[in-house]
């Protein structure tokens, strides 16, 4: 790219990336650029990118549509509409969105729903709505599948994404919804399950997933949703054993805690009695309750199809768990052996063997040592105190591990007949750090 005196350009920028800038003087290798601020520097061609000379202010609702499609030109245009609170712009068909991290109901309410209905990809402001019912439109028009890909960093908000998108195909391919136990429902209400099993608060997001989502909306011939299929990748396991300030441990464990009753059926109190919770000192989420969270979860187990034996079932489980995690060992009497701490440990086994349904003396058996098989039989090996401890957290994140997504996808009505569905991915955010522990 050559640029000439009075060509308008980026400069590559220490704190903001980018600048504008306009070239002033271009005779030699080296060019004379001002910035906005009026400095004079001289830079090389290779620190400059060119930019749009008439660009228009409110900048451009598809970015196919400017002039130079570079880095700052993109960041730009983006900042400029998200300054205007248009957080949706197109690059062709992909969608980009800005997360405003404010409320803007006024966006997505059922009259939006039914602005976007069956009107042309582009015709409209960028919408999450109008890549829904594109999917939706291509789906009945050629009688194929299709699938949504929503991606991007941790918090950027792929999930509040994900989340729009069901809400619109329910909308377009629900029946007038009666009771509460349709698919649509079902499907909707799978959300609030997952995320109080499968999310927590991280540095970057309060509501962060920690497992990617591959959700299969599934419909008829005439367009009206027959069943959902559900699929979950990659939980974070350790998260169950491990946490560091500020983050927290997977949010059903605080719901259940703060779920009065049921929390004292099973002998649960404040968060900050389980190891497994106060690594962390961080117990509440901004604006949130966890009992009220508690009482939405148990609501969405009812509409998803899970059965009360079933539920009963589930949050004994998650309580046995804090149990374990609080089980402490110290040095048995022969060499590399460990035995149960104290009485304050041997309560936890008792009330966590209790839980699981099964024998304590077998459970102590089971954390204390490892049996290891070989030509010969088995032989069961001592465990010490940190090996005991290790095996106590694999435990624990292994039952956390397959309590999760069997339920829910057993209980939404799958249909095996289904030719056409549309599939939403909301693949998980990575954080970038410096240093990945
Ligand atoms: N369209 C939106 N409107 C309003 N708020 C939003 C929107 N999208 C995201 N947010 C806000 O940003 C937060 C984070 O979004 P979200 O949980 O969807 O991120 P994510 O990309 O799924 O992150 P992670 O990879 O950590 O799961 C939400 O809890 C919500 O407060
Ligand atoms: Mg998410």
Redesign the pocket.
Known sequence: MSFQKGSKVWLQDKEYAWVEAEVIDARDKLLVVTTARRTKIMVGPEKLLPRDPDEDLGGVDDMTKLTYLNEPGVLYNLARRYALNE?YTYTGSILI?V??????PH?YNEHMMEQYKGVRFGELSPHIFAVADASYRAMMDEGRSQSILVS??????????TK?IMRYLTYVGGKAAVDDRTVEQQVLESNPLLEAFG?AK?V??????RFGKFVEIQFDGSGRISGAAIRTYLLERSRVVKITDPERNYHCFYQLCASGKDAEKYNLGHPWSFHYLNQSKTYELDGISNAEEYLKTRRAMDIVGISLDNQEAIFRTLAAILHLGNIEFSPGKEHDSSIIKDSKSNFHLQVAANLFMCDPDLMVVTLCSRSIQTREGNIIKALDCAAAASNRDALAKTVYARLLVENINKSVGQDLDSKIQIGVL?I??FECFENNR
Request: hydrophobic share 25%; aromatic share 6%; net charge negative.
């Open positions: 957080i969105a997360n405003p991290f404010t409320k803007l966006l991007g960093e941790s918090g950027a908000g792929k999930t509040e994404t729009l999310n991280t970057r997001n309060d509501n962060s997933s909301d998980y955010g």
